[in-house]
């Protein structure tokens, strides 16, 4: 067996192979040895075939579990992937490690404090594996004193809200402020660089699934990429049309790009999601485009070109504006399976 043990992937998969077939349970036996010793011409030749034989097999096998690999790797996924470079490799990622790090910033508005309770526990009791994700709140300048008690109140327990210098909108400077604001933020010299590898925007009325999120992410470029559900949504060409202000992602690279650009600074005013894919137009930015359609959709009631039902593969439900709606969602995907039983309650 010595002649075979090469340190490859390949002979170590052969010398499974042989084991396999029980090979040394063979070599035991007083007949293969008496063989062996003093072989006949034909007991040699069987011999000599029964070996190729086995041999032949195994590289079967080794071939075999090559191509399964690659297939098992590839083909999982379910989604449109656009690269405009030439090159079909990605761009090369910024960090060794296996875990991705995502930060997801929620926009809405100071008033919110039941959605914002709401959502903590819809994100709170989500545990993506391989991955960081951090959810913040993000909204634009208090100006009621009520909001600056309670609002201060949300901080010291929860240090999940982010108050931009801005007027509050929508369209008007909002998202601009959100994500040139996060480099100063967030970068640090004491923890990882990039803080993190990617960042999203989403709606308050957006339900994300972390999990799903992060295995769409996996096989991605961590550099340049554009990600989310393109809109119109009878597009399929994320280069033309834009990606929904439900939820969309881009990498950090871009996000540094905002903070010292001056395209996005001359041009705020719009819808913003449109305007943020203009950005990116104008400035050459995003060439890895994803786009996870129909992964991402709109509630089924009421139906419109942007809805189907809901469906396990799903990243983002968006239009939960009714607590029903979040209601029957939670529901579907059985939020609840991982509840212990306990003496302190009783839910049928």
């Not at 909204?139 to 309670?150: A, R």
Request: hydrophobic residues 35%; positive net charge.
């Amino acid at each position: 067996m010595n002649c075979f043990a090469k340190k490859s992937h390949e002979t170590t998969t052969l010398l499974s192979c042989l084991e396999s077939f029980n090979f040394q349970k063979m070599t035991m036996n007083p007949n293969f040895q008496q063989v062996m010793m003093k072989p006949t011409k034909p007991e040699r030749s069987r011999f000599i075939i029964s070996s190729f034989f086995i041999l032949f097999l195994c590289a079967v096998v080794s071939i075999y579990e090559v191509r399964s690999g690659n297939l098992l790797k590839f083909g999982s996924h379910t989604f449109f992937s656009y690269n405009s470079s030439s090159s079909a490799s990605f761009l090369p990622l910024n960090s060794t490690s296996d875990d991705i790090r995502i930060f997801i910033g929620i926009l809405t508005l100071p008033d919110q404090y039941q959605r914002r309770h709401f959502l903590r526990i819809v994100y709170g009791t989500q545990s993506p594996a391989g991955a960081k994700v951090d959810v913040k709140f993000v909204f634009c300048n208090l100006t009621k004193e009520d909001q600056k008690v309670l609002v201060a109140l949300e901080i010291m327990r929860y240090d999940d809200i982010i108050i931009l210098n801005c007027t509050e909108n929508m369209n008007q400077g909002k998202t601009y402020a959100y994500f040139s604001s996060l480099p100063e933020m967030l970068n640090s010299t004491e923890g990882p660089s990039p803080p993190y590898h990617y960042v999203m925007k989403a709606d308050d009325d957006t339900y994300l699934r972390l999990d799903n999120l992060v295995k769409s992410l996996r096989p991605l470029p961590r550099e340049d990429l554009y990600y989310g559900c393109v809109v119109p949504c009878r597009s399929m060409n994320p280069f033309v049309h834009f990606m929904s202000g439900m939820g969309y992602l881009v990498s950090w690279d871009i996000v540094e790009w905002i903070r010292v650009s001056e395209i996005p600074k001359n041009h705020m005013v719009g819808p913003e999601d449109r305007v943020f894919a203009d950005w990116l137009r104008e400035g050459s930015r995003g060439r890895n485009r994803h786009m996870a359609k129909w992964e991402m959709y709109d509630y089924p009631e009421p139906r419109s070109v942007c809805t189907h039902e809901l469906w396990p593969n799903t990243i983002a439900v968006h239009l939960l504006k009714k607590q029903e709606k979040w209601i029957e969602t939670l529901k579907y995907f059985n939020v609840t399976q991982n509840l212990k039983p306990s003496k302190l309650y009783h839910i049928p």
